[in-house]
């Protein structure tokens, strides 16, 4: 006697439910294992070698029967644990697949055997989970089918396990003929589902009250005001009233993937009209199904092979025609309806946006719209993507336009869809508290009157619904305001179990004849929904996850809206969508999340740098435009105007009547003037630009991509900062091949340029451009940045120490500093190519240039210009020690001239150098050319000191008061340091900040790292200098480029730096070698000098005395420069009135020059 089927005892919701999910897992799997084995890199490498070929044609010769003792299968033998090792994941998965399809049989038979009565508008969770289920078992039949090598898999593994173990393992007679079964798969399915086909045809049917009505073309769509908020004002904030609620954000792709699957294997019930017009509707919307992921069918040519397979099917031929014609009609129609479809949608949901945007509070009543529309729009992401990659082919004879399924304006599309998205995750408590007080207000009160009016009901079914009446008119507002967490699942759990309890044929309660219990119940459990399901319900209607299979669309797509200006401010949506990629993962298949993550982040990482990368390209050419602007308001662009005023008027005074049109040169402003203002110039373009770009990177504050978070403002920060770096030294325009560079207050007039666009970036994104210049700045004061490449502090550097300076010195009497400009001036002769030094070395482009580099920039400049002077003071060290006995004579000689003058021209006529050449210099000149040299790279270090005191006076006047202050008074400190050690430290931060010191301590660090490569006494070279230095100066009265200059105040060879080079080398050597002396050893300089100088007077040779006025002019400069030295000193030595004619003289000399 058998026993009545009892419906709770089947758990039939439970076993969809976990069915379904497997499912899910295995098509993940099986679409893993095709791709691996499609892909020859991937798959292990017996199965390709050429060794294998013969065991392989013995296993499937007769598959899945094989003769195991077979010679051929000698290879698999010695390869038989690395084969089962290799194969073991892709048998084991053909082996879950066997055994969910044995459920999935199961189940559908004890479905049959209880009679289940399907309906999607009342059972909607048993009718989509039952279609569901039917859906994922034929793709994954469909998609074993196609996995290449699966028969060698199969046998491989069996085979080696029959190797390993003595015998084959138990699965695989079943697995083998299953393989053989379902090849091709749809006609043994048909056969399977011919006594299902009884309950599988009201399901189907049932789709026919949703997918027509929503399956609708754009114009239709635009008409009926579908998803339009303000069509009917009155009723703005009205809770959307539908009897099939769930139904309505029902994805389109997945209904038609029913009604295609469903028919064909229910093909006999296509003879009905109304049964054809669903499946002419489903196939008409395109011709390519999605099985899984980015595998896909031809769905019209797999149906009609498919038909073709089917033997003695009367209809046969008509419905291969008509299927042959379904296709030509969806090839022509389908893209353009499409292609509508989404344009439609791009305004409704800027539309939702905007209002939602401004009114969030409409998300409770209005928040069933945002749901659908993240559905539609989501199925038309998916058809485009599927329908893009996989064009017509040749044999369908349909061309159609590349611009059918390019569509320019997606990522609007797809920005908008996140955008609803984060507006319902941002506003996801007023959601919480509308559907809160809903349930609990008025869907309780309908439950309770429609529990009341059932005039029969069993305890079970009495139970339950009370359950639901009690769980929902519980909840309150108090708990949303708490944060508690809701968790409806066990209801929406139990209306499941509930649904397949009373749609049995025998159910005590027949939900069918309860219809509007039925439609209650599904809307409360989509009011649950949206209080504690909120973010799988974005996800299971709004997920873009599809796009990590089509990543080489995705990225021309992110080109392609890089390329659009019109679609900048939607690009941020490429790298959000990277954060979906997880989503595509299952557990069953936990080997994929780590490639599918490491995927998601790299593409994450590109987007954001490319775009990053594309705004600073459009700052950069806004700031060129900008510099370039700037450049034409610089005082030297005003010369051609005034000289062209000066033309003007003077042809006015001549009364010169003819008049010459000359073009009007363009002034300043000029650009800024337009007629319309339509005319868009090409800085209208960048700013316009810039501000769709900025708003996409200021769009999200952090995007969350598989465990990490992307800061876009912190990647364009970044790139922001090497491209300032960038643009900084590439304005000074520094060729080392041709020795050219921008001045420094031209560089300076572009950085403040540039400088004052980048500030206007703030207006545009919130970001610290404070931050960028500290960062960024900085660097430019050292000789290399932090990426180590050279800055504007080094290559100004070299230039002013190896190019300007090295020209000054290596053409004597060209260039001359000038103590009256405080500049390095240019002396032109005929036939030379003209250099105007004090266009780069006059005090205002050395402040320029302070304010470029600061402080430490100057200092590094000042410290390599300190050590070409220690090279110099050892080559003069030298030479003392190689003259030691002479000097040592005139040291203590200098009151008896007879023996001074003859010692001194012993000393001229001395040549130490290699050279044999008779003209070749003698040791006092090699002296006085090393000093000069020493006293010009003196005067540009004291002009850049003057410029950058000058500088920080103006930017920190009060830190230069106490920086003063602290020079002259030496603060009297605690710790145990000599007063000499505490000034020399005090002097190191005044050296700094430009302030002179009587004894450079630059130079005092730069003299003691010298290497000391002989024994002599140090401080007695260092006073034998000074005697050479001395008896020495009165052959400058002998070159003719020795003529003190009035106008320039200096000598044209430049001698007048002996000065500065002889105070600034007394100090410091004095200082680090001997005991402090410095007075006195300049005492006796001044007495050796002017005993040299005062013999000149008793020469009468015309050619000794040629510039004898003008060397007497270097005893006044050097007491002028010496902090040590005074005038009655040098009077005591030197007789003033020599000096008072030798002024005359010059000056009357320089008067009469041309």
């Given at each position: ?440 207000g008025y869907d309780a009160v309908h439950l309770n009157q429609l529990i009341q009016n059932l005039a029969m009901c069993p305890e079970d079914e009495s139970v339950i619904l009370s359950s639901f009446y009690n769980t929902i ?570 003529a003190y200059k009035a106008s320039l105040e200096g000598h044209q060879n430049n001698a007048h730096c002996l000065a500065k080079a002889i105070n600034a080398l007394a100090g410091a050597m004095f200082t680090n070698h001997g ?80």
């Amino acid at each position: 006697m058998s026993r009545a089927m009892i419906p709770s005892q089947q758990k039939l919701a439970e076993k969809l439910t976990i069915l379904n999910d497997r499912g899910n897992g295995m098509l993940t799997r099986i679409y893993n294992i095709k791709k691996m084995l499609g892909n020859h890199d991937n798959k292990p490498p017996f199965l390709s070698d050429k060794n294998m070929e013969p065991a392989l044609r013995v296993l499937l010769r007769r598959f899945p029967q094989y003769d195991s003792k077979a010679s051929q299968l000698g290879i698999v033998n010695s390869m038989k644990a690395e084969i089962a090792k290799s194969l073991s994941l892709y048998y084991y998965t053909f082996v879950d697949i066997l055994d969910f399809k044995d459920h999935v049989v199961d189940l559908l038979t004890t479905i049959d055997a209880c009679q289940v009565h399907m309906d999607i508008t009342l059972n909607f969770d048993l009718t989509k989970n039952y279609l569901d289920l039917i859906s994922s078992y034929v793709s994954i039949m469909i998609l074993v089918s196609k996995v290449e090598d699966r028969k060698s898999v199969l046998a491989l593994f069996n085979a080696a396990h029959e190797f390993l173990h003595g015998k084959g393992d138990q699965m695989y007679p079943r697995l083998g003929q299953m393989f053989l079964d379902y090849d091709p798969p749809m006609k043994k399915l048909a056969e399977e589902f011919v006594p299902h086909s009884r309950f599988l045809m009201p399901a189907l049917l049932s789709l026919s009250k949703v997918y027509p009505q929503r399956n609708h073309p754009a114009e239709q769509m635009r008409s009926q005001q579908v998803l339009s908020i303000i069509s009917e004002p009155s009723k703005m904030s009205t809770v959307v009233g539908l009897d099939m609620i769930q139904c309505e954000y029902q994805s389109l792709d997945t209904m038609e993937k029913w009604i295609i699957y469903g028919l064909m294997l229910c093909y006999n019930s296509l003879s009905e009209a109304h049964v054809w017009d669903l499946w002419k509707t489903a196939l008409g919307s395109g011709y390519i199904l999605q099985l899984c992921r980015d595998e896909v069918l031809h769905i019209h040519s797999y149906i009609v092979t498919f038909f073709d397979s089917l033997k003695g099917y009367s209809h046969h031929n008509k419905r291969v025609t008509d299927v042959k014609e379904l296709q030509t009609h969806a090839l022509q129609t389908s893209p353009g309806i499409h292609r509508e479809r989404r344009k439609f949608l791009r305004s409704t949901l800027r539309e939702l946006s905007l209002i939602f945007t401004d009114q969030p509070g409409l998300l409770g009543p209005k928040g069933l719209f945002v749901i659908q529309a993240l559905s539609i729009a989501r199925d038309e992401v998916n058809w485009l993507l599927r329908h893009v990659v996989n064009p017509p082919g040749k044999r369908h004879n349909i061309k159609l336009p590349p611009e059918e399924f390019l569509d320019r304006q997606l990522p609007e599309l797809l920005f908008y869809m996140e955008e609803l998205k984060g507006l319902v995750k941002k506003y996801n408590q007023v959601i919480q508290r509308y559907y809160v007080q809903f349930l609990s207000g008025y869907d309780a009160v309908h439950l309770n009157q429609l529990i009341q009016n059932l005039a029969m009901c069993p305890e079970d079914e009495s139970v339950i619904l009370s359950s639901f009446y009690n769980t929902i008119s519980a909840v309150t507002v108090k708990q949303v305001e708490e944060n508690e967490l809701f968790d409806f699942r066990g209801l929406r759990l139990d209306w499941f179990r509930l649904q397949t309890y009373t749609s049995m044929s025998k159910a005590g309660l027949m939900l069918q004849d309860h219809q509007v219990l039925a439609k209650q119940m599904n809307t409360i459990v989509f009011h649950t929904k949206m209080v504690d399901y909120l973010d799988e319900l974005l996800i299971e209607t709004g997920d873009l996850s599809i796009y990590c299979f089509y990543t080489t669309l995705f990225e021309h797509q992110f080109k392609q809206c890089m390329e659009f200006p019109a679609q900048h401010r939607f690009s941020i949506i490429f790298p959000m969508i990277c954060g979906h990629f997880m989503n595509a993962t299952h557990p069953l298949c936990p080997e994929e999340r780590h490639s599918i993550g490491t995927t998601s982040v790299q593409y994450a990482h590109w987007f954001l740098k490319e775009m990053s990368e594309e705004v600073n390209q459009v700052i950069t050419a806004i700031c060129e435009e900008q510099c370039m602007l700037s450049y034409k308001l610089l005082p030297k662009h005003s010369a051609a105007l005034i000289m062209k005023s000066s033309q003007k008027n003077k042809k006015v005074k001549k009364g010169d009547k003819k008049e010459v049109k000359d073009k009007e040169p363009e002034k300043p402003g000029q650009e800024s003037k337009r007629k319309y203002r339509e005319n868009f110039t090409r800085m209208d373009k960048l700013h316009m630009a810039l501000t769709e770009l900025c708003y996409a990177i200021n769009y999200s504050n952090i995007i969350q991509v598989w465990e990490h978070g992307f800061v876009p403002r912190e990647f364009f920060l970044q790139q922001l900062e090497l491209r300032f770096n960038k643009a900084l030294v590439g304005m000074m325009m520094y060729n080392p091949e041709t020795n050219e560079i921008a001045k420094p207050s031209e560089l300076l007039n572009g950085v403040r340029a540039y400088m004052s666009v980048l500030q206007c970036i703030e207006n545009y994104v919130h970001i610290d451009i404070a931050r960028v210049f500290n960062n960024v700045l900085p660097q430019q004061t050292q000789p290399t940045d932090s990426t180590g490449e050279k800055t504007i502090t080094s290559n100004y550097t070299n230039w002013y120490l190896e190019v300007l300076l090295r020209r000054v010195t290596v053409n004597p009497g060209q260039i001359v500093y000038s103590p009256r400009y405080k500049a390095f001036v240019s002396i032109f002769s005929e036939g030379q190519l003209p250099f105007a030094a004090e266009e780069y070395a006059d005090i205002t482009e050395l402040r320029a240039l302070a304010e470029l580099i600061g402080p430490y920039g100057m200092k590094y400049m000042g410290e390599r210009l300190m050590l070409n002077i220690a090279s110099q003071v050892d080559e003069l060290k030298k030479l003392v020690i190689q003259n030691k006995d002479i000097l040592l004579q005139l040291r203590t000689s200098f009151d008896k001239p007879d023996t001074m003058r003859e010692l001194c021209r012993k000393l001229q006529k001395i040549k130490t150098s290699s050279s044999s050449h008779k003209n070749a210099p003698s040791d006092v000149d090699i002296v006085l050319m090393r000093m000069i040299i020493v006293g010009v790279l003196l005067s540009f270090r004291s002009l850049a000191q003057e410029a950058l005191r000058d500088t920080l006076e103006d930017r920190i006047p009060f830190l230069m008061g106490s920086i003063r202050d602290l020079h002259h008074y030496v603060p009297s400190t605690k710790e145990a340091l000599p007063t000499s050690l505490k000034q020399q430290v005090v002097n190191e931060l005044a050296s700094s900040a430009g302030l002179q010191c009587n004894v450079d301590p630059t130079l005092c660090n730069a003299l003691r790292t010298l290497k000391i490569e002989h024994a002599e006494d140090e401080y007695t070279v260092a006073c034998l200098l000074m005697v050479f230095i001395a008896v020495s100066i009165p052959k400058l009265a002998r070159t003719d480029i020795a003529a003190y200059k009035a106008s320039l105040e200096g000598h044209q060879n430049n001698a007048h730096c002996l000065a500065k080079a002889i105070n600034a080398l007394a100090g410091a050597m004095f200082t680090n070698h001997g005991p402090g002396d410095v007075e006195d050893r300049l005492k006796e300089f001044l007495a050796l000098a002017s005993s040299s100088l005062l013999r000149l007077g008793q020469e009468h040779d015309k050619e000794v005395i040629k510039n004898r006025e003008s060397v007497y002019l270097l005893l006044d400069q050097i007491v002028q420069e010496s902090p040590f030295l005074t005038m009655d000193l040098l009077e005591s030595c030197f007789p003033y009135a020599l000096l008072r004619n030798a002024y005359h003289t010059t000056y009357k000399a320089s008067a009469t020059e041309p």
